[in-house]
Every structure is written in C-alpha cells, then in structure tokens.
T-cell receptor, first 114, second 115 residues
Framework: DTGVSQDPRHKITKRGQNVTFRCDPI?????LYWYRQTLGQGPEFLTY????????KSRLLSDRFSAERPKGSFSTLEIQRTEQGDSAMYLC????????????FGPGTRLTVT | AQSVTQLGSHVSVSEGALVLLRCNYS??????LFWYVQYPNQGLQLLLK??????LVKGINDFEAEFKKSETSFHLTKPSAHMSDAAEYFC?????????????FGKGTHLIIQP
C-alpha cells in the first residue's frame, strides 16, 4: 500500500493561468476528498467523490474550480484564471468505503500564484 | 453546522513534560472526533479517533484523548514530550458515519518542544 500521492508537490504560476493537480488515492478507496489549507489555518473541505460521482461541493469551490474523477480512480482538480488568493496547499484524502471515517491524506500540492 | 475550536495557536513545553492540547467542538449530534499531526511540508497523519466507543482513546506515539460530552471537549495529551513531537496538531470533527461534507478542522496548534 503506497499511500495517497499527489502531483505536482509544488506549483508556481502567474495570475490568470490555469493549473491542474492530480491525486492518486490508495488502491480500492472509494471515497476521495479535496481540501484547501491556507497559511496558519486548518484544512477546509472543498469537494468529495464516491467512486466517479461528485457528491458534495463546498461554497468555497467557485466556478473557476472543477474536479473530476474519471473511472473512480485518480482525481484532478483544475483552477482556471488563477488569483493570488488561490495560493494555498491543496490536500487530497481517501477512505476505503462509505462507512469508513478515517481519511488518509496525501502530501499536498503547494500552489503559489504570483 | 459543526465547528472546532483549538485553544492556543502555539503551545510550548519542555522535553519530558506533559503535553496538553485543547479542542472543543460544536455539533448538533454526537460527532466523530479526530486528532491529526502535520509536519512541515507534509500531509496530515492520523493520531487517534473517537467514534462513539470508549471515551478514552489511545493513539500512536503515546498520545491519548478523552471525549467529554458534557464539556464538548476532546483534549489531546501525552505524558512525556519528545523533541520529535514538534509539529502542527489539528483537531477535526465529522458527523457520525463519515459525514458527507468531509472533516471540519480547527485552526491548529503549533507544538514547540524546548530542550
């Protein structure tokens, strides 16, 4: 079991550019979560998937954000027209099934928008 | 809506001393509660969890926490601090059964260990 992986680990982009992050959950984990963590704060829930279905989205997820999980395996989080306020650590977590409550986190992708 | 309050953004203790990190929650139903640890530039690692079984929960690295419903608290303790415990600690809450909205985290407490 290799754990949750995220790519890239760091991303620096200019304001207005689009960025895409990838998360690979632990094999056979059905639920996948995305969180955002800004400096000095705890992670904030963005969205989650049950297999390939996106079941919940936070109000933090503006129209510039989109997430997908094709075939219920890896997931991508895209931010369009990035703003400086998007600078944060983006964390991915997964759980085995609907009844599991223990979320396993990846190392995160740190985004810096200049 | 659920919320978590962690008292003290920074806590400093001497090596070998008791560690006490405070967490209070607000929830309309008895929640599940978690403590996570985060080392610099890393993801979160689960220390321990409360899921309506025993109120005193033991976790990894000699950490433990006690769920007190009357006080809506879930404080984290460790009898003897080690230098390797220096990190950011987050208390989190979810609705029983996992919660559709993911975890709600506190703002974190930075634990400093003095030699």
């Amino acid at each position: 079991d290799t754990g949750v992986s995220q790519d890239p680990r760091h991303k620096i982009t200019k304001r207005g550019q689009n960025v895409t992050f990838r998360c690979d959950p632990i094999s056979e984990h059905n639920r996948l979560y995305w969180y955002r963590q800004t400096l000095g704060q705890g992670p904030e829930f963005l969205t989650y998937f049950q297999n390939e279905a996106q079941l919940e989205k936070s109000r933090l997820l503006s129209d510039r954000f989109s997430a997908e999980r094709p075939k219920g395996s890896f997931s991508t989080l895209e931010i369009q027209r990035t703003e400086q306020g998007d600078s944060a650590m983006y964390l991915c977590a997964s759980t085995p099934d609907w009844s599991s409550y223990e979320q396993y986190f990846g190392p995160g992708t740190r985004l810096t928008v200049t | 809506a659920q919320s978590v309050t962690q008292l003290g953004s920074h806590v400093s203790v001497s090596e070998g001393a008791l560690v006490l990190l405070r967490c209070n929650y607000s929830s309309s139903v008895p929640p599940y509660l978690f403590w996570y640890v985060q080392y610099p530039n890393q993801g979160l690692q689960l220390l321990l969890k409360y899921t309506s079984a025993a109120t005193l929960v033991k976790g990894i690295n000699d950490f433990e926490a006690e769920f007190k419903k009357s006080e809506t608290s879930f404080h984290l303790t460790k009898p003897s601090a080690h230098m390797s415990d220096a990190a950011e600690y987050f208390c989190a809450v979810s609705e029983p059964g996992g919660g559709a909205d993911g975890l709600t985290f506190g703002k974190g407490t930075h634990l400093i260990i003095q030699p």
